[in-house]
């Protein structure tokens, strides 16, 4: 089992019926405890809304941007040791969770948590062997993710200045068992160059109640290609004329600042 070194996960991260909710700018929660206190307030220019937040996935994802994300999850689990190899199935523990339930909970994730960024999520909302899936990686076990947040956790804290998660919505669909969120997250972090992270994305929770009702895979998509997200960590940002503030740049737009 690999961590994930996806800006989503890296953030942590990554990581239906009715039941919409816009959250425009969450408030910063109280920190629960075991999370990280990310500070918020400074969301760059508003992006555009009819983003298609599943244009990256991890089939379509190209070759090199998933070797460099592997390189860097080795790099980590060497240094802050392996999650190890997931857990034997042995069936759920706990209550069994209904729709709504599972629902509010994961928008809690989002609206309370900003788990995003922080990694906070309720455990007692997913199956112990859930599939978990973004552009850059996909691996299986409860236990391994939370691992991967506890890595993942000192770099958070030593290089990301700003953190804030907008969510767009959040429905349950029951007809076909899942959970549906769109969302941003914008990242501002502790570098010379002032680089910052603005994607927009879905992910979808899909329950199984003959697993308690609890999230069986986590499978997230972006609406940014994830060559060009990971480069969004890499230049500086630059700031917009017609808002006057500041918002990531990929690195074709920042090559063709430098050669043009």
Known sequence: ???????????????????RLGVPRPSTPASPRGSRSIPRG??????????????????????????????LTNLTNAILGNPGEAETDEGEVGEAISPQALLDGLRREYVESNYLFTGKIDPTLYSRDCTFKDPTLSFESLATFEKNLENLGPIVDAFLKVGETTLYSIDLDRSRNRVLAKWRMYGEFKAFWDPILDIDGQTVFTYDEARLGKVVDYSETWGTPAGEALAQLVVPAVRDPATGKRRAMGLGEWIRSKTG
């Open 1 to 19: 089992m690999q961590t994930s070194w996806s800006p989503s996960m890296l953030m942590a991260r990554s990581w239906g019926g009715s039941g």
């Open 42 to 71: 400074r969301i760059g220019a508003r992006r555009d809304p009819d983003t298609d937040p599943t244009t990256s996935t991890y089939e379509n994802t190209d070759g090199a941007s998933q070797f460099i994300v592997n390189g």
